[in-house]
């Protein structure tokens, strides 16, 4: 079977990946119009090292220098067709311009996130689970990163979002051992449960201690004490985010970790060790915050030895709970413990890619994942931008000479409109997870719940200024409502409505904002 043609439910396979890898790598050879490989990419690197991966995923690249197949299948609305998304040369990155050509004129959803190792444990959206429904797919366009030069898309989870396999081959179950890896992002994050990457649950419920061993990346602090403000990098391994062996952490440096992209791991021998890390995925090296027994009675039972069952998530809870957001790049699971050499060679792999933020682009574009600040534009109150302050949207004054604090207030990231991906959400800069959104007609910043209502609440579709220059924003569920100061507080307010702030007088102006560089970058 070609690499480039899987079907979409193939049989899981028995061979062993780093096997797999070296037959692919065999009958590549020498093919004509085949590129040279990359040199070792992060799979090859746990194979090299004794623990091959089991489950490699990636919107972004491929993890194995050999691999020259799918990275992930997306679904257009326009007519619920779906294609694959390849890799432009083995080992290379994704073929983002290919997704852009099919999604032309429509939106579209990730459906599938491929496994690139021979076993086939794909991803695809969760099934309901003890808690939460069915959970949605990401959108594919959301989160537009540079990766090795080239522009990709990551993985953007904003609620009831996540995927899962529970019949996967070759993943840990029992006591046995295993390690895992993923690329997250320090700018969206939440404290809801759980956005996860890991072993879990086969049957998507909570079937007790010890039956998940997943990465957990977010600000849930189960137990106490977490430091600094988070994000941490935890253990799920069900019922509790483990910074440690007693639950808390036992590490005041470690504070969080709030790089736009963030390296994670975790490995545990399944009877009495695990071990916790990251570090900033752009370049140094990775931090241990943890290295140490499993927890044991009398704090807990049940994890030493573990119970793993061997389905994987990402995104959600064993259990599917689904409140939890963030972002994911890539990711890999192994079989055995890595040595820390291993994972400080992935490291350094995954630092030489450079991901960074979205391509630059001309200042006042609503680019999905660049960050922006919104200034009025009415007479005589040009110096005043949108911010949040004690949670209420308002406008203040802000200038060079403002404090961090201020400059971090008025400054947003645009995000894929929650509810319409024709329109923009705004998440805010310093309070990750959090977004201008409207309840009565006042705008406040509030946590996205990843309900229907929140999402559209939080929706704002842009079309040219009502002033004849800059931009106005119509809400998405009040369409004839746009975003407006008044007495500098935010409202969506109709030209000419019943409230004082539906006032005609200039509403043209009022709702009319330049999208400008942003104050915090
Ligand atoms: O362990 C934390 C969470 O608790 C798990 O992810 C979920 O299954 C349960 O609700």
Same mark, same amino acid.
């Given at each position: 079977?070609?690499?480039?043609?899987r079907p979409r439910y193939a049989r899981k396979a028995l061979l062993p990946a780093g096997a797999a890898a070296a037959l692919i790598a065999g009958i590549l050879v020498g093919l004509p119009g085949v590129s040279?490989?990359?040199?070792?990419?992060?799979?090859?690197?746990?194979?090299?090292?004794?623990?091959? +991966?089991?489950?490699?995923?990636?919107?972004?690249?491929?993890?194995?220098?050999?691999?020259?197949?799918?990275?992930? !299948?997306?679904?257009?609305?326009?007519?619920?067709?779906?294609?694959?998304?390849?890799?432009?040369?083995?080992?290379? /990155?994704?073929?983002?311009?290919?997704? #852009?050509?099919?999604?032309?004129?429509?939106?579209?959803?990730?459906? @599938?996130?491929?496994? !690139?190792? &021979?076993?086939?444990?794909? %991803?695809?959206?969760?099934?309901?689970?003890?808690?939460?429904?069915?959970?949605?797919?990401?959108?594919?366009?959301?989160?537009?990163?540079?990766?090795?030069?080239?522009?990709?898309?990551?993985?953007?989870?904003?609620?009831?979002?996540? /995927?899962?396999?529970?019949?996967?081959?070759?993943?840990?179950?029992?006591?046995?051992?295993?390690?895992?890896?993923?690329?997250?992002? $320090?700018?969206?994050?939440?404290?809801?449960?759980?956005?996860?990457?890991?072993?879990?649950?086969?049957?998507?419920?909570?079937?007790?201690?010890?039956?998940?061993?997943?990465?957990?990346?977010?600000?849930?602090?189960?137990?106490?004490?977490?430091?600094?403000?988070?994000?941490?990098?935890?253990?799920?391994?069900?019922?509790? %985010?483990?910074?440690?062996?007693?639950?808390?952490?036992?590490?005041?440096?470690?504070?969080?970790?709030?790089?736009?992209?963030?390296?994670?791991?975790?490995?545990?021998?399944?009877t009495n060790f695990f071990a916790l890390k990251d570090g900033n995925a752009q370049s140094g090296g990775l931090a241990t915050r943890f290295s140490g027994a499993l927890p044991v009675?009398?704090?807990?039972?049940?994890?030493?030895?573990?119970?793993?069952?061997?389905?994987?998530?990402?995104? @959600?809870?064993?259990?599917?709970?689904?409140?939890?957001?963030?972002?994911?790049?890539?990711?890999?699971?192994?079989?055995?413990?890595?040595?820390?050499?291993?994972?400080?060679?992935?490291?350094?792999?995954?630092?030489?890619?450079?991901?960074?933020?979205?391509?630059?682009?001309?200042?006042?574009?609503?680019?999905?994942?660049? &960050?922006?600040?919104?200034?009025?534009?009415?007479? $005589?109150?040009?110096?005043?931008? @949108?911010?949040?302050?004690?949670?209420?949207?308002?406008?203040?004054?802000?200038?060079?000479?403002?404090?961090?604090? #201020?400059?971090? #207030?008025?400054?947003?990231?645009?995000?894929?409109?929650?509810?319409?991906?024709?329109?923009?959400? =705004?998440?805010?800069?310093? =309070?990750?997870?959090?977004?201008?959104?409207?309840?009565?007609?006042?705008?406040?910043?509030?946590?996205?719940?990843?309900?229907?209502?929140?999402?559209?609440?939080?929706?704002? +579709?842009?079309?040219?200024?009502?002033?004849?220059?800059?931009?106005?924003?119509?809400?998405?569920? =009040?369409?004839?409502?746009?975003?407006?100061?008044?007495?500098?507080?935010?409202?969506?307010?109709?030209?000419?409505?019943?409230?004082?702030?539906?006032?005609?007088?200039?509403?043209?102006?009022?709702?009319?904002?330049?999208?400008?560089?942003?104050?915090?970058?």
């Amino acid at each position: 079977m070609s690499v480039r043609s899987r079907p979409r439910y193939a049989r899981k396979a028995l061979l062993p990946a780093g096997a797999a890898a070296a037959l692919i790598a065999g009958i590549l050879v020498g093919l004509p119009g085949v590129s040279q490989a990359a040199g070792p990419l992060p799979c090859d690197i746990y194979g090299s090292g004794g623990t091959p +991966c089991v489950a490699a995923h990636s919107t972004t690249r491929a993890l194995f220098a050999n691999y020259n197949g799918p990275l992930y !299948q997306v679904r257009r609305a326009s007519n619920n067709q779906t294609t694959n998304i390849n890799v432009l040369e083995a080992g290379g /990155y994704a073929n983002a311009a290919a997704q #852009d050509s099919f999604c032309a004129n429509t939106t579209c959803v990730i459906t @599938i996130i491929y496994d !690139q190792t &021979t076993r086939h444990n794909d %991803l695809t959206p969760a099934p309901p689970g003890g808690v939460g429904g069915q959970d949605n797919p990401v959108p594919a366009d959301a989160l537009p990163v540079t990766a090795g030069g080239h522009t990709v898309y990551g993985a953007e989870f904003s609620g009831v979002m996540g /995927y899962r396999d529970n019949y996967t081959s070759g993943v840990a179950t029992g006591s046995q051992p295993e390690g895992m890896y993923a690329v997250m992002s $320090g700018t969206h994050f939440n404290s809801g449960c759980c956005f996860d990457y890991g072993n879990a649950e086969t049957n998507n419920l909570d079937t007790g201690n010890g039956h998940m061993d997943a990465i957990y990346f977010g600000t849930l602090c189960w137990f106490s004490p977490c430091n600094g403000g988070g994000p941490w990098v935890m253990a799920d391994l069900e019922n509790g %985010l483990f910074q440690s062996n007693t639950g808390g952490s036992q590490n005041t440096g470690n504070t969080g970790n709030r790089n736009p992209f963030v390296t994670t791991t975790l490995k545990n021998n399944g009877t009495n060790f695990f071990a916790l890390k990251d570090g900033n995925a752009q370049s140094g090296g990775l931090a241990t915050r943890f290295s140490g027994a499993l927890p044991v009675p009398p704090f807990r039972s049940g994890y030493s030895p573990m119970h793993k069952e061997g389905a994987i998530i990402l995104g @959600i809870g064993g259990d599917n709970s689904n409140s939890a957001i963030g972002n994911f790049f890539e990711g890999a699971m192994t079989a055995g413990v890595p040595s820390d050499a291993t994972e400080n060679t992935v490291q350094a792999n995954i630092a030489s890619v450079s991901y960074g933020g979205p391509s630059p682009v001309a200042a006042g574009t609503l680019n999905p994942g660049s &960050t922006i600040s919104l200034r009025a534009t009415t007479s $005589g109150f040009t110096d005043r931008y @949108i911010r949040h302050q004690n949670g209420n949207a308002v406008t203040s004054v802000i200038s060079s000479g403002s404090s961090a604090l #201020d400059k971090g #207030d008025g400054s947003w990231i645009v995000r894929r409109g929650l509810a319409n991906n024709s329109c923009v959400s =705004f998440e805010s800069r310093n =309070f990750p997870g959090e977004f201008l959104r409207h309840q009565n007609f006042q705008l406040f910043r509030q946590p996205m719940n990843g309900t229907a209502l929140a999402r559209q609440d939080a929706t704002f +579709c842009p079309q040219a200024g009502h002033s004849g220059s800059g931009t106005s924003f119509a809400s998405l569920n =009040f369409p004839t409502r746009f975003l407006r100061h008044f007495n500098s507080t935010l409202f969506i307010a109709s030209n000419g409505g019943s409230n004082n702030f539906d006032t005609a007088t200039n509403w043209a102006a009022d709702t009319t904002w330049a999208v400008t560089s942003p104050w915090t970058p």
